[in-house]
């Protein structure tokens, strides 16, 4: 049974039942696996509803969200949760982690980790997605760790205090033992060795990481991406955490990424 619609003043869309979610994620999957993810998100939306920032900015992309027609997707950084709604009905309704809102500096160069307020785009869909690293991550872990940051590049090979050295072959990163014999590193592993931590080239594969961004992502652009967890960040959604980008739990997202096309607009306030 469907709630009557709240005031507009207060909230946006109202609670979709979960056969009409089943519905719209449509006939792909298993039905009773459909029908428990569907019940399982209308049981949270009756949780948190949106509501009016208290801030210029957030009500003007509140009210934004608010007049806007067709599908949509709302993100609050102050309840740190996430709906998407089409015409009156709320389809989703999930808690997020969002960025911690800090900056960082390093060696002159600065950077924010928040996530943006404002209207976004998605602008692409992909399925089993790898992260590129950002080279901030690896300033970072260098900053943490008490590191030198050293960017490797193709034909420049690195020695290190062993005698061996790092040498980057087509598109892989690798060591030479003091025999000649060149093997790559593993992916998904970064590179340390002699107080260093040495940042692959963009186009190399121990520049990307499997598994980081969960099973999908959806891109908002700018590197901003709405996507979903690792095993060790699992203890992370409802909290400020990301360095930017809006993480999901998997099973959540994996419902979201079923329902919206690319071109939905995101209202971030």
Known sequence: MRRKRPDVGRHIGRYVSAMLLVAAVGA?????????QATQLAIRNSSVVPTMP???KGKATFNAARS???PKILISTESKWLWYISGRDTLVSAP???????????KGKRYVFETPRGKRVVRSKQKDPVWTVPVWHYYEKAHQRGLEAVPLKKDEPYLLD????????DNQVGRVNK??????????????FDGKIFIPPMNTIQRKVT??????????????????THVYNEDSIGTAASHGCVRMRNEDLAVLYRLVKTGTPVYIF
């Open 179 to 192: 025999f000649g014999n060149w093997w790559p590193f593993s992916q998904d592993y970064e590179i340390i």
């Open 68 to 70: 806007a027609r067709g």
């Open 28 to 36: 792909t999957e298993a039905p009773a696996q459909v029908q428990a």
């Open 96 to 106: 997020v982690a969002i960025g911690i809102g800090e900056t960082f500096e390093y």
């Open 54 to 56: 208290s801030d210029a």
């Open 211 to 228: 598994d980081a961004l969960g099973p999908y992502k959806l891109d908002t652009g700018d590197g901003y991406l709405i996507h979903g």
């Open 162 to 169: 062993d005698g061996t050295w790092i040498e980057i072959r």
